[in-house]
């Protein structure tokens, strides 16, 4: 029996420790704040376009647009791309109305954002623009978002993620509980790898691109997670994106539980599927002398918190109080110190550190929907829209 819990524990130590490693690298040098500051330049000559992915969006667009229009030296309507993509509703007509310039496109057998995104980006390279930056289309942006990229592109970027935040924390627990995961995941994360001089990643929503960038690696990712796929080519191609923590984008999460057990199960199952196609691409790029690497590879291996939690916990227990088990309650107090410097850095409210008692009930919830996410690794890369304005269960 001791062979066998032994076998067993070296199993979970060995899933577990890149993650865990990427943990201690991904927490601590937040605390530093924002170390990489960009001293403001003359961005009188730089010419942004912003592409808004659109699938059936017409109850969402109208906000996003009207953010967009609201910020401080807003683009020309004409420089805000909607990609109306497999619609049935009127996406297009709305975004025409608005003074924006609609690309509609209609393509059933290849359906996702990320043939979407890699179709409009073709068209647009060759207008004359120095940098594209995607906003989804149930988004807010803040007022200095438009002044922020300007800033970074007239410095050189190669590409740029702004914060990801939760627009409707207030709605539930559910919504409460992923505005912190977002403060871990979209904010220190980030901060952390570019205090450390690594790429940031990209978020999906509020990122952006050199017009250079987009030419020499064209956008012909089209998985389920296809903003994960693409930061793992740009960073095998040598690119950095630079984080802007003083900008941000905000986006409603789904308040049913049907609707959010949906979102995470395309999530985390498309990033199970990133990560037994990539994972051995990075690892060979390390072993060929490239060491940077290492942080895109172990974050890749990182489990989502409850999975890496719950993985810990039952070593914890298999471990017998020997070495394993010390590994355990190693690594449970970096998950929770995790949280805690997320929560900190991140600003978080009363309501938030309250929120934490809800947080068992969510990973129990998300643990249950292990089965799909399984299911989804396996998927193609269908667009479905999430519902985000039904009424909390």
């Known amino acids: 029996m001791e062979g066998i819990l032994w076998i067993i524990g070296l199993i979970l130590f060995l899933v577990t420790l890149p993650g865990t490693l990427e943990l201690a690298l991904v927490t601590f040098p937040g605390l530093l704040g924002v170390r990489e500051r960009r001293p403001p330049l003359d961005t009188s000559g730089i010419r942004l376009t912003v592409v808004i992915p659109a699938h059936n969006e017409e109850s969402g667009l109208p906000i996003t647009l009207a953010s967009l229009k609201a910020c401080s030296n807003p683009l020309p309507d004409h420089d805000l791309h909607v990609i109306a993509d497999n619609c049935s509703d009127d996406t297009a007509g709305i975004a025409r109305a608005a003074g924006c310039t609609v690309l509609e496109r209609h393509d059933l057998s290849r359906r996702g954002k990320g043939y979407a995104l890699n179709w409009a980006f073709e068209q647009i390279q060759d207008k004359g623009y120095d940098a594209l930056i995607v906003v989804d289309a149930d988004t807010r942006v803040d007022a200095n978002f438009l002044d922020v990229w300007r800033n970074l592109i007239a410095h050189g970027a190669d590409a740029g993620q702004a914060v990801y935040r939760v627009g409707n924390p207030q709605a539930n627990f559910r919504t409460r509980l992923m505005h912190i995961a977002f403060l871990a995941f979209n904010y220190l994360r980030p901060l952390s790898r570019q205090n450390l001089g690594f790429s940031a990643g990209i978020l999906g929503n509020g990122f952006g691109l050199s017009m250079a960038t987009v030419r020499e690696i064209p956008y012909d990712s089209f998985s389920i997670v296809e903003d994960l796929e693409y930061h793992t080519r740009l960073v095998r191609a040598g690119k950095r994106v630079v984080f802007l923590a003083e900008t941000a984008v905000w986006s409603d999460m789904p308040v049913t539980a049907e609707a959010a057990q949906t979102q995470r199960e395309r999530w985390e199952g498309g990033r199970l599927r990133m990560t037994l196609e990539q994972a051995p691409k990075l690892l060979a790029g390390v072993l060929s002398g490239r ?22 916990v039952v070593l914890l227990l298999v471990g017998m109080g020997g070495f ?47 089965a799909g996410i399984v299911r989804t690794a396996g998927k193609g890369a269908d667009w479905n829209r999430t519902e985000r304005d039904s009424q909390s269960k």
């Open 291 to 312: 060491w940077r690497l290492i942080e895109p590879l172990l974050e890749l291996l990182l489990l989502p918190l409850s999975y890496h939690l719950l993985l810990l």
């Open 324 to 370: 394993f088990s010390g590994y355990a309650l190693v690594a449970l107090g970096l998950v929770v110190l995790h949280v805690i410097v997320a929560m900190v850095v991140g600003r978080a409210s009363a309501d938030d550190w309250k929120a934490l008692a809800s947080a068992p009930f969510y990973i129990l919830w998300k643990i249950a929907n292990l």
